[in-house]
């Protein structure tokens, strides 16, 4: 299934958080199975990245999979109610 979000936003709303979008087109031609293995991906390198003492004071948004994060995560809620 290609999922199509990231139009869609374009054409209905402005997302204030930029690279948003591009996450989403990034990831959204990616299979349930794709995208799972993806979100296991991230969170491993999440944690990685939250473990190390250089980022303690930083803000998740810091992270460099951040967006890729949000984008797979709301894909993959996307994917369950419609797979």
């Given amino acids: ?3 199509h979000l990231s139009g869609g936003l374009r054409a209905l709303a402005p997302i ?4 948003l979008t591009e996450a989403l087109v ?3 031609g990616s299979s349930l199975t794709e995208l799972r293995d993806a979100s296991d991906a991230i969170h491993t390198e999440v944690r990685r990245w939250a473990a190390d ?3 303690a004071s930083r803000p998740i ?3 460099p999979v951040h967006l890729d994060r949000i984008a797979v995560g709301v894909l993959l809620e996307r ?3 419609t797979e």
């Fill in 53 to 55: 003492s250089a980022n």
């Fill in 79 to 81: 994917r369950f109610f």
């Fill in 1 to 3: 299934m290609t999922d």
């Fill in 61 to 63: 948004a810091a992270c």
């Fill in 26 to 28: 990034r990831w959204e």
């Fill in 16 to 19: 204030a958080l930029d690279g």
